[in-house]
């Protein structure tokens, strides 16, 4: 494999389509606009079209057909389409393993035990469609920057991802799971008669700074985590400290375990969560990370 076919596959399984036809599969790969404002005020469609030149330049010569797009106010989306016979169209279907879209498929093995460079590329294909770096994603102060890759509905794709990460030593700081412990911990959402609020996106969070390795192909998104990194850098060796001792930490490795017991909620048997967790009750993030596979 090469970068250029992991980078495709990221995508694919980040945000990924795939219809097959009786002769002919058409895959698509939407890109959202989260907001419609970079960092720094400029129109995000405007960066994503200058984005997509160096996507088509990446992916063309390996695809072997011109990538079409059309672009929305929430989504840009790339697409091709190719023979069912095609070599292709064989070895995506191969590693999403019969996958038609992103809610179901998980991170092909391959990926775990693959070179350092397409594990990166793989992971930057993914965060380009599933990764956003904002000002607002930040950890207490203001400037303790944080890139989000958000997942919906797909629980082992986030362990997955998270353990990808890891074997190319980047820590997750934090993974707010769409569960009920977490998202309506104490029950203020369901006492005001909202009881599936806590139903949404799974949001794995990581320190700016530690996402450099991996990075962004998005032009908007690639200027914005290097700024905020080196805010995120900055900030720290104002206060006279390290910034690797405060960001480079996995949840195993810290001491500080919070003392804090949630109420049950009535959700916690909901179908939405999987068999392996569902009836049971979670008072930390790591609890769950735990018991689905992300650990030491």
């Known amino acids: 494999m090469n970068v250029q076919m992991a980078y495709l596959l990221g995508m694919i399984t980040g945000n990924g389509e795939i219809k097959r036809g009786n002769s002919t599969t058409r895959v698509s790969i939407a890109i959202p606009h989260k907001n419609q404002?970079?960092?720094?005020?400029?129109?995000?469609?405007?960066?994503?079209?200058?984005?997509?030149?160096?996507?088509?330049?990446?992916?063309?010569?390996?695809?072997?057909?011109?990538?079409?797009?059309?672009?929305?106010?929430?989504?840009t989306t790339l697409y091709f389409e190719k023979?069912?016979?095609?070599?292709?169209?064989?070895?995506?279907?191969?590693?999403?393993?019969?996958?038609?879209?992103?809610?179901?498929?998980?991170?092909?093995?391959y990926f775990f035990s693959c070179s350092r460079d397409e594990k990166v590329y793989f992971l930057r294909g993914l965060s380009d469609?599933?990764?956003y770096i904002r000002e607002s994603n930040y950890f207490f102060k203001k400037q303790i920057h944080r890139v989000y890759i958000e997942v919906p509905h797909n629980w082992f794709l986030v362990i997955d991802i998270c353990n990808l990460l890891k074997s190319i030593d980047i820590p997750v700081q934090n993974i707010d799971w769409a569960h009920p412990n977490m998202r309506d911990g104490y029950l203020t959402k369901y006492n005001q008669g909202y009881h599936t609020?806590?139903?949404?996106?799974?949001?794995i969070k990581i320190y700016a700074n530690e996402f450099l390795p991996v990075g962004?192909?998005?032009?908007?998104?690639?200027?914005?985590?290097?700024?905020?990194s080196e805010d995120l850098v900055n900030y720290y060796?104002?206060?006279?400290k390290?910034?690797?001792?405060?960001?480079?930490?996995?949840?195993?490795?810290?001491?500080?375990?919070?003392?804090?017991?949630?109420?049950?909620?009535?959700?916690?048997?909901?179908?939405?969560?999987?068999?392996?967790?569902?009836?049971?009750h979670f008072n930390r993030w790591t609890e769950i990370a735990d018991k689905l596979g992300y650990k030491e």
Do not use: C
């Open 37 to 75: 404002k970079t960092y720094n005020d400029r129109d995000v469609k405007i960066y994503v079209r200058a984005s997509i030149t160096d996507i088509k330049q990446i992916l063309e010569p390996l695809v072997g057909t011109l990538l079409q797009h059309t672009q929305r106010n929430s989504e």
């Open 83 to 109: 023979s069912n016979e095609d070599y292709l169209i064989r070895e995506i279907i191969r590693f999403i393993a019969g996958s038609v879209s992103h809610e179901d498929t998980r991170i092909n093995p």
């Open 129 to 131: 469609v599933t990764g």
């Open 197 to 203: 609020f806590w139903k949404k996106e799974h949001q």
């Open 216 to 228: 962004f192909g998005i032009i908007h998104k690639r200027d914005a985590l290097n700024a905020l």
């Open 237 to 240: 060796a104002s206060e006279g």
């Open 242 to 280: 390290n910034v690797i001792d405060k960001t480079h930490k996995f949840y195993w490795d810290s001491n500080r375990i919070s003392n804090k017991v949630k109420p049950h909620h009535p959700g916690e048997s909901d179908s939405f969560i999987p068999e392996e967790i569902r009836g049971m």
